[in-house]
């Protein structure tokens, strides 16, 4: 279905837990650097490790520069734009990739998924769609 790389602050490991893994048990393959990869993995739930950007390479920029990364959950440590952190959401602004960065948001875009997947919207349509062959009087 996709990857999503996860990354996330001290405070925030336990609690990403459960979105991590429902967000598998729909199919998607998890990335993640070695802090949070650790408490996913004691948890049951199957990691890929990536490398952090000051590492070296391959890490997630060079993942999303080549379209391998369908989102990002990443909360902020308060450290700056000049981390790890910073680079990849200034990434994720240059190749597309959606980027969450609280907690609340993550768990908001898994129960997104989870009800698309139960009700794929198919009486969604475009705006121009139901507007079509509307004449506007002047």
Known sequence: EGTVF?????????????????????????????????????????VERVRKVQEGRPNLLDLMANGDVQFIFNTPSGKGSRTDEGRIRAAAVTYGVPCVTTMPGCEAMVQAIESLREDPLPHVRAIQDWTSGVQVKE
């Open 6 to 46: 996860i990354s996330m602050a001290h405070a925030h490991k336990q609690s990403i837990i459960d979105p991590a893994r429902r967000l598998q048990k729909m199919g998607f393959k998890i990335i993640s650097t070695s802090g949070t990869a650790s408490v996913l993995e004691d948890a049951g739930i199957a």
